[in-house]
């Protein structure tokens, strides 16, 4: 847990009312690209829209409201008003974007994503999330994400957040959490969200 930020960042109190102000955002993917930071709100649009989706299954996991807030310098802070917590995030995108360098597919694409910032070193990352933010993995398995990065990475956890699906229904994705006191275990939900983002469900992925 980090120090509380300073009064002027702003906290998103109500998760249903940020959803439809991302409808736009999330159904243009060039927002989710271009990263440039939301008007009046210092995050991209991609970080926003992940610590969204974080902190809609992290409600449903912990049972009481769990949001996340601005920061003028890193990317968001995932906060727990009830505990008084507040946890800073460090974002790596592995999205595909058109003329930009092409990735692998399958769990390659996350683990390569995860190593850029483990690269960085253990100052970096300490008391940190690492969130990764990708799409175009096809099939992957997160074991092998949580074998290659077991006992090498600082963060206090690693949320890996895909899309799975999108169009006129809605749009799905999956949160999956990787910690090291997890040991051989990782968790995954998966986000609904119906066609006119004004609704969204969480359900845990067992398999």
Same mark, same amino acid.
């Not at 100052?123 to 096809?138: I, P, W």
């Not at 006992?151 to 959490?177: D, I, K, M, Q, W």
């Given at each position: 847990?980090?120090?509380?930020?300073?009064?002027? %960042?702003?906290?998103?109190?109500?998760?249903?009312?940020?959803?439809?102000?991302?409808?736009?955002? @999330?159904?243009?993917?060039?927002?989710?690209?271009?990263? &440039? !930071?939301?008007?009046?709100?210092?995050?991209?649009?991609r970080?926003?829209?992940? %610590?969204?989706?974080?902190?809609? =299954?992290?409600?449903?996991?912990?049972? &009481?409201?769990?949001?996340?807030?601005? /920061? /003028?310098?890193?990317?968001?802070?995932?906060?727990?008003?009830?505990?008084?917590?507040?946890?800073?995030?460090?974002? @790596?995108?592995?999205?595909?974007?058109?003329?930009?360098?092409?990735?692998?597919?399958?769990?390659?694409?996350?683990?390569?994503?995860?190593?850029?910032?483990? !690269?960085?070193?253990a100052?970096?990352?300490? %008391?940190?999330?690492?969130? =990764?933010?990708?799409?175009?993995?096809?099939e992957?398995? &997160?074991?092998?994400?949580?074998?290659?990065?077991?006992?090498?990475? %600082?963060?206090?956890? @690693?949320?890996?957040?895909?899309?799975?699906?999108?169009?006129?229904?809605?749009?799905?994705?999956?949160?999956?959490?990787?910690?090291?006191?997890?040991?051989?275990?990782?968790?995954t939900?998966?986000?609904?969200?119906?066609? !006119?983002?004004? /609704?969204?469900?969480?359900?845990?992925?067992?398999?």
């Open positions: 847990m980090t120090p509380k930020p300073i009064l002027k %960042n702003m906290v998103i109190k109500d998760l249903k009312v940020a959803l439809k102000d991302f409808e736009p955002m @999330v159904k243009n993917p060039k927002h989710l690209w271009n990263g &440039r !930071d939301i008007q009046n709100f210092s995050l991209r649009p970080e926003a829209w992940a %610590n969204w989706l974080i902190s809609a =299954v992290l409600s449903k996991l912990r049972g &009481r409201s769990i949001t996340f807030m601005e /920061d /003028d310098v890193g990317d968001g802070f995932i906060v727990d008003r009830e505990k008084s917590g507040i946890f800073p995030t460090e974002h @790596v995108s592995a999205l595909d974007i058109p003329k930009g360098r092409k990735l692998p597919t399958g769990e390659q694409r996350v683990i390569d994503a995860i190593n850029l910032k483990i !690269d960085k070193g100052d970096y990352a300490r %008391n940190k999330l690492l969130v =990764v933010f990708f799409d175009g993995a096809r992957f398995y &997160r074991n092998k994400i949580r074998e290659s990065i077991y006992g090498r990475h %600082n963060f206090e956890a @690693v949320f890996c957040v895909g899309l799975l699906n999108s169009g006129p229904t809605g749009y799905s994705y999956t949160v999956t959490e990787f910690r090291d006191s997890f040991e051989e275990q990782s968790i939900h998966k986000v609904e969200i119906n066609g !006119d983002f004004t /609704d969204w469900t969480v359900t845990q992925v067992m398999a």
